[in-house]
């Protein structure tokens, strides 16, 4: 588990993997950051109170090389990836366990439920948990068993991950998808079981949200950069989508200063329109909202990530992942 600046989540997410109920032996690694709480007097608190917790340093911060230098310290032939903000059912690494001996599976995981303790992080976590708002991966909604193209978390095979070299520390986001690439393109077989339960608690505030989707989207194009057609073609909606929304503000505009007159160039309005429409449905549609608040909510939180993930996917395509004008890579700082 890499952590950073968790202190509101960490005690809980170690306590679910220390009570799950596999009969077999285990261990927990927790790789530690350079955070600016009280994660690592948390995380030093539980190693000394149980033997089984054991912690290593991440100097570099970032989530691949905590996750590399936490799995270099393991010592067990099967290696569960846990996040500090999610919560394992108790049963997830005995029934994943056997789903990895079964099927004969590289990698194994299972579904990724968004919860909120606050209006605006429920709404965040109905954006994950929708088509709507995250769309395509099996492991966002329920499913039938079989292979995937890639897996929340996982439950892997360790020699699988020695084979392909582990994680890639030069890609800051989209890890997980890369990772399982290289696991698909070796031969492994990557799969997807939706008994496997994981709570997620995603960014309480729409500014986190935005700064996390602007850096997801970047590192998405860094991939597309990398493996081209690999690439689902979903992950090129979003920055089609701000294009789009861009030309059609900038048709507005000029319209409205009498640049364009405002006869045929008012179909340049249309993808505006268009994305209006979808999300007035999206918001009648999507579940477990009460009132008028929640719905306005949802609507701000699948706005944000559509256009922000879009926004920096386009940087990404343009620049990379890299610096820029003297400024610095594109990191997730949201819980910084």
């Excluded at 056997?98 to 968004?114: F, H, Y």
């Amino acid at each position: 588990m890499p952590v950073l600046n968790e202190e509101g989540f960490l005690e809980q997410a170690v306590a679910t993997i220390l009570a799950q109920d596999y009969p077999g032996e285990k261990e927990v690694v927790l790789a530690l950051g350079p955070s600016r709480d009280a994660s690592n007097e948390i995380a030093k608190r539980i190693a000394e109170a149980d033997h089984r917790v054991r912690l290593v340093e991440n100097p570099e911060r970032d989530i691949p090389a905590g996750l590399n230098r936490a799995i270099e310290a393991s010592r067990h032939p099967v290696i569960v990836r846990v996040d500090a903000h999610s919560e394992l059912t108790s049963d997830y690494t005995r029934r994943g366990v056997q789903a990895l001996l079964e099927v004969g599976a590289a990698n194994v995981g299972g579904v990724m439920r968004a919860a909120g303790a606050t209006p605006v992080q429920r709404a965040i976590a109905r954006g994950y948990n929708s088509p709507f708002g995250l769309g395509g991966g099996a492991y966002h909604g329920d499913g039938t068993p079989g292979p995937a193209e890639s897996a929340y978390l996982g439950i892997f095979r360790r020699e699988a991950v020695a084979a392909v070299g582990g994680y890639d520390p030069e890609i800051l986001r989209g890890e997980d998808w890369e990772f399982n690439l290289r696991l698909r393109r070796a031969g492994y077989t990557v799969w997807f079981d939706p008994s496997l339960g994981v709570t997620y608690w995603p960014r309480a505030s729409f500014s986190d949200l935005a700064k996390q989707f602007f850096a997801t989207g970047t590192w998405r194009a860094v991939l597309v950069r990398r493996y081209g057609r690999a690439n689902p073609w979903r992950f090129f909606a979003p920055g089609a989508l701000v294009v789009a929304l861009t030309v059609s503000v900038l048709v507005l505009v000029l319209q409205i200063v009498g640049m364009l007159p405002w006869a045929w160039w008012s179909l340049g309005w249309a993808p505006l329109v268009a994305y209006a429409l979808g999300i007035g449905f999206a918001i009648a549609r999507i579940q477990d909202q009460r009132g008028c608040k929640d719905r306005l909510l949802t609507g701000v939180a699948l706005v944000l990530m559509h256009t922000c993930w879009g926004a920096g996917f386009l940087r990404g395509i343009l620049f990379g992942g890299g610096k820029l004008l003297g400024g610095g890579r594109v990191v997730d700082r949201s819980r910084a």
